[in-house]
């Protein structure tokens, strides 16, 4: 798809005193490993430099997409709760895994993986008392994200975003009543953990080149949200779907977006080669425009029903 | 209105998860309460100063 007429990246709100960059925060340009650090969307309490835009965001929204995130906040409190005395033993953590992910689709999941959690996945500060991340991936509605960027789409992914944690609160009850201590991460606001790491980990998709996850079933028209858990299961690999090849050349999101936030070439990125977006550019226009979504709109992989047949495209061009 | 997500809790009695749930509607009640009364100010400021050409400073104009 294309996105007709976007607003122009020109803004009526500022800072007179800019924070930090975003990107330095971020780790652009640092060779070093280290954790990431929260920038945005930050629910641990701790004083941010974006903390003044991160409040006029909520502040400028729309009625839709505060709604949802004010229920969000309400479920959220489920998120974690009494384990059962009993606790069923896992003699088969493959065949456990398997019914996991059955239980997260019959609540409605779209996708799920499984990954052991590792440290780039948590953010810098933060531990969790967990061995595993269940990660749930819920499509948006499409004929809603066509509008972006336009308060339709802000809506529908706060929609998204309530319903993929409530999957993931009911999955982490599943678990606590089998006798196993889990907690339901939802999102958009983090504390703990980065999904988008855990669930390229746990074979849900690759980095694209906008910055988010591409899976092969919803290209990048989804939300995340994550159970972490004790209960014995089976992982999951990272997968190649061929979203590298493709990125490499495709352009798409790159010329679409209005700030011209997403860097055409990979970037060092605390010490990791990858895809990243220009969080200073990004944010004002995401901020503009209650959420933006254009990038991950307009991306090849997201048209509906296109992801397997590039995957297979894309991996038969690498045959001699 | 920033959310804060909810501290280990896992192993409280009833009374107390009562009473965390009392603390969590407060606070979604002053969330509401923010979005409709400072946030509506807010909004209003913006439009204001965008009508004159002046940009909306956030990290002044928010609480002015």
Known sequence: ?320 | MRTIDSSYSGQINRLERLKRDVRLLWRIARMLYSYLVEGHRIRKRLHDKEARGEIFYVDEDLHA
């Open chain 1, 1 to 320: 798809m294309r996105v007709k007429n976007p607003p122009p990246a020109k803004y009526a709100f500022g800072y007179k005193r800019p924070p930090q960059s975003g990107n330095a925060i971020n780790g652009l340009n640092e060779p070093e490993k280290r954790r990431a650090r929260h920038v945005f969307h930050n629910a641990t309490g701790e004083s941010l430099p974006w903390d003044a835009l991160d409040e006029f965001f909520s502040q400028i929204n729309v009625w839709g997409v505060v709604k949802h995130m004010l229920a969000n906040v309400w479920q959220m409190r489920r998120q974690e709760g009494p384990v059962a005395p009993q606790q069923v033993q896992v003699d088969d953590p493959a065949a456990m895994a398997r019914d996991i992910k059955q239980v997260a689709k019959n609540l409605g999941a779209g996708i799920v993986g499984i990954t052991e959690i590792f440290d780039e996945a948590l953010y810098e500060g933060h531990e969790v008392p967990y061995k595993y991340a269940i990660v749930i991936g819920l499509s948006m509605d499409r004929s809603e994200m066509e509008h972006v960027p336009h308060e339709r789409a802000a809506v529908e992914v706060m929609r998204a975003y309530r319903e993929v944690s409530r999957i993931a609160i009911e999955l982490s009850e599943h678990i606590r009543d089998m006798g196993w201590p889990a907690r339901a991460y939802g999102n958009p606001n983090s504390t703990d953990i980065l999904h988008i790491p855990l669930a390229i980990n746990a074979g849900l998709g690759e980095l694209g080149k906008h910055g988010s996850m591409i899976s092969k079933e919803y290209g990048s028209n989804f939300r995340l949200a994550t159970v972490l858990t004790d209960l014995p299961l089976a992982v999951d690999a990272p997968v190649d779907i061929g979203v590298q090849d493709l990125c490499a050349t495709c352009q798409r999101c790159v010329l679409d977006c209005p700030p011209q936030a997403i860097f055409p070439t990979k970037q060092i990125v605390r010490g990791e080669e990858k895809w990243y977006v220009d969080f200073d550019k990004c944010i004002m226009y995401f901020t503009k425009t209650y959420g933006c979504a254009i990038c991950i709109e307009v991306c090849p992989w997201s048209e509906p029903g296109r992801g397997s047949w590039l995957m297979e495209t894309l991996l038969a061009k690498r045959k001699p």
